[in-house]
């Protein structure tokens, strides 16, 4: 069910069982399996923050950037550029995951459960979505992602410990339940 990510860093164990990292299919299976996990939760009670991607809006494009749509409000913030600046074909807006990330922020207050579309470059330099990376980890609130495989030893520099859960609803909803006791203080088991 879960493993452990490989830590090549100093291990930072205080998220260790309380972040995952869903691995093993493509980015829009993952984030159709983040939206039913979040709906499944919250129909259970679990108050749960977060923000997922959706497709670009130009199926051509060459850069898998589109829109994220927060957890809590549902409100959609674009995060394609129409056009790449110079010097790059991604056509990545960082201003607009600036905005995702700071509607997250608000949307976290009291939450169980953080759901992030995914640790990717932006993240791995200390911008995009990871200030709720880094909000989550202070807070102790099990955090739910995937990791672009261009970036995982940045990954592995802030979350060594991070569990790598299958990309399959049951899998995801175990570890929940598990990270979910290591936060209340009852025995994972």
């Not at 490989?6 to 939206?35: H, K």
């Not at 108050?47 to 809006?57: D, I, M, Q, S, Y």
């Not at 829109?67 to 549902?74: A, E, K, S, Y």
């Not at 790059?88 to 509607?103: F, I, M, N």
Request: charged share 20%; net charge negative; hydrophobic share 45%.
């Amino acid at each position: 069910m879960r493993t452990k990510l490989p830590a090549r860093t100093m291990r930072n164990t205080t998220m260790a069982g309380r972040i995952a990292v869903v691995d093993g299919t493509d980015s829009e299976t993952i984030q159709r399996l983040f939206a039913a996990v979040a709906a499944d939760l919250e129909a259970e009670g679990v108050k749960v923050a977060g923000a997922l991607a959706e497709a670009p809006p130009l199926q051509d494009s060459t850069c898998s950037a589109g829109l994220l749509r927060t957890l809590g409000t549902g409100e959609a913030y674009s995060i394609h550029l129409d056009a790449a600046p110079a010097g790059t074909s991604c056509h990545l807006d960082a201003r607009g995951v600036e905005l995702a990330c700071a509607a997250v922020l608000g949307d976290m207050r009291g939450c169980d459960l953080v759901v992030l579309s995914k640790f990717g470059k932006l993240e791995a330099i200390g911008e995009g979505l990871f200030p709720v990376f880094a909000a989550a980890a202070v807070a102790r609130t099990p955090t739910l992602t995937t990791v672009s495989a261009r970036h995982r030893q940045a990954w592995l520099a802030f979350a060594p410990d991070a569990d790598l859960v299958d990309a399959d609803i049951a899998a995801v909803k175990r570890w929940w339940h598990q990270a979910s006791r290591l936060s209340t203080g009852d025995p994972p088991y």
